[in-house]
């Protein structure tokens, strides 16, 4: 490193930062947009504390009490839980599998063909957006369409739940290890690509090491995404949970819905823990 | 530590270069970066093989592009590039990135992967003679520890075999990159600024490493240095480069302290009004830089 001190050239012209003027216009078009969006979605928090409004919430929410602790009902709970779960993780389990190689093909940072050049190549390029936007459909039907679409397929039940987190799952977690991917220094990566390691030898041994902690705390948090979201489509038929949650809540049984929320809570807290454990492991 | 005599086929002079099948030469080569200035422009250079040139010349003058462009790493804007007796752009590109496995290009500050174990960081540097099968395997088990631990024992570095990449020095994370290189089977290296991070004595223990690992294995070594002395003492062939246009190419005994100023004049005038006078004074400052 040079020891020695430099004389100061000539000043610039300007020292006004010259990104100023773009930030404050883009802060001012974020404001102008936010005002007419909430405007339309009717998002008013008056009617949400008028009178009537907090009365019905009351009498719904007094009906939770006392929560339902019957010993048969516990175990339908149970096993609805366990279902739920099972759901969830199977279709976790698919939508990593759907993403895994999605995520592999449209990166950039490891083309080979783009290494030495500014552009890839053509053909390369043109498999890359097609896997974005491949990824963009599946994640754009959410799963509850998904699941009315295959509860008429396969009739009702929990295989409908398992392909509906898988697909739509699929698509935002191939977005996302992109996304994760992509973030890692490239220099690591290029280090390993030009001195003529493979595209996997260098995801294996230059992206891995920095991200995967990432991904795989992602993925947990997407897996307890995916115990709710099977609570969900428990509502249209797809079995687990929310299938008895949708019952309990049409007979106005507040009792059970409290108890299945509790559940649901821990379900949640679980799936918490082991993603914290997990990220340890790996730190 | 002693500085090792080179054999005479490393001094040789280029007559019978021009004949080597393996051989590497840069001709009429010119890079441009979009936008800018070209950052070589006309280079016409040959390399024999097992020969050792260090490169020097002020921050900015395209040692790194000049690496990378015989690296195949830079596709020239213009010119011919031969790389160990190939045309890497007229290959198809696999046979391109084949030749890449043949060659090895150590960036200035190594990029390891912060939470990489060091044994995995060294090996890296063998990967790409393995199949990706035996690279995943050697992930969950190292499949040659021992390469690594005689590799990084080159460099004095052995006792952080098992540790993070995050847990070393900035000189110990320099020294894991070159024991990357010591693993790999390349006959074309391309060193860039090797030994920056590393104090006088280490740093030209490692270079003397990598000069006898380079005779032993016959292979090309090219190296950008900061440290004029160190390219003085430990390289036969000087290349000097100027704003991306070769200054001088030179055996060592005719770069004389005229040319190196010369080399570097620019900076010398920036950094002091007034040129210091005597040779000795001037040497000082060109080995700072």
Redesign the interface.
């Known amino acids: 490193m ?6 100061v050239g000539p000043a610039p012209a300007s020292l006004r930062d010259p990104s100023g003027p773009a930030r404050i216009a883009w802060t001012i078009a974020a404001i102008l947009i936010l005002i007419p969006a909430a405007w339309l979605a009717e998002f008013n928090p008056a009617t949400l504390m008028g009178e009537a409004s907090l009365r019905a919430t009351g009498q719904f929410l007094a009906t939770f009490f006392p929560p339902a602790l019957g010993l048969d009902f516990l175990e339908l709970v149970a096993r609805a839980a366990w279902k739920t779960v099972a759901i969830a993780t199977v279709g976790t389990t698919l939508a990593v599998l759907i993403a895994i190689p999605f995520a592999l093909i449209a990166n950039r940072q490891l083309s ?2 783009a ?4 552009r890839m190549c053509f053909s390369c390029a043109a498999v890359r957006t097609g896997v974005r936007w491949l990824l963009i459909a599946l994640r754009t039907v959410p799963e509850i369409v998904w699941a009315l679409l295959f509860v008429r397929a396969v009739g009702l039940g929990d295989a409908a739940g398992v392909i509906a987190i898988a697909l739509t799952y699929g698509g935002m977690l191939g977005k996302v290890y992109m996304e994760i991917l992509e973030s890692n ?1 490239a ?2 990566t ?9 595209r ?2 260098a995801l ?4 891995l ?2 991200c ?2 990432e991904l795989v705390s992602y993925t947990v948090y997407r897996w307890e995404c995916a115990i709710r979201a099977s609570v969900i489509m428990g509502f249209v038929g797809a079995g687990g949970l929310g299938m008895q949650m949708e019952l309990s809540l049409k007979m106005f049984a507040g009792g059970e819905v409290l108890t299945m929320l509790a559940v649901f809570v821990a379900l949640v807290w679980f799936a918490d823990l082991v993603s914290a454990a997990l990220r340890r492991w790996l730190g | 530590m002693h500085v090792s005599a080179l054999p005479a086929s490393v001094t040789d002079s280029a007559s019978d270069t021009l004949t080597d099948p393996m051989l590497s030469s840069l001709d009429g080569v010119r890079v441009s970066y ?1 936008g800018s200035v070209a950052a070589l422009d006309e280079v016409s250079l040959l390399f024999a093989r097992g020969e050792q040139v260090a490169i020097i010349g002020p ?1 900015g003058a395209g040692k790194t592009t000049l690496l ?1 462009t015989l ?5 020239p804007t213009a010119g011919r590039v031969r790389v160990l007796g190939r045309d890497p752009w007229a290959m198809p ?1 696999k046979a391109l ?9 150590a ?1 200035q500050s ?7 174990r060091v044994v ?2 060294v090996l ?2 063998r ?2 003679q ?1 199949t ?1 099968w035996n ?2 395997k050697s ?1 969950l088990h190292p499949l040659d520890a021992g390469a690594a631990h005689h590799a990084l024992a080159h460099f004095r570095v052995e006792d952080k075999l098992f540790l993070r990449c995050d847990r070393l020095s900035g000189g110990e994370r320099q020294r894991v990159g070159l024991a990357r290189l010591l693993v ?1 089977k ?1 006959r074309l290296l391309l060193l860039d600024e090797p030994v920056s991070a590393l104090d006088p004595v280490l740093a030209k223990g490692a270079l003397e490493t990598l000069q006898q690992e380079a005779f032993a294995r016959g292979a090309t070594l090219v190296v950008g240095l900061h440290a004029v002395d160190l390219a003085l003492a430990r390289f036969a062939r000087l290349i000097g480069l100027r704003s991306g246009r070769v200054a001088f190419d030179l055996p060592r005994a005719k770069v004389t302290d005229a040319l190196l100023a010369q080399l570097y004049g620019a ?1 010398l005038g ?4 007034e040129p210091p006078s005597t040779d000795d004074a001037r040497l000082k ?1 060109i080995r ?2």
């Open positions: 040079s020891t020695v001190v430099r004389s080979v063909s290494l030495a050049e500014e220094d220099r690591t290029r280090a390993l690509l030009v001195n003529g390691a493979s996997m030898q294996l041994y230059g992206t090491p920095v995967l902690p | 979009a921050s990378h690296g195949c790493a830079i596709r590109y990135h084949r030749l890449r496995s043949e060659l090895f290009i960036p190594p990029p390891l992967p912060p939470r990489q995995n960081a890296a540097g990967v790409p393995w990706t690279a995943l992930l790999s390349a900076e920036v950094a002091f009004q400052v700072c830089l």
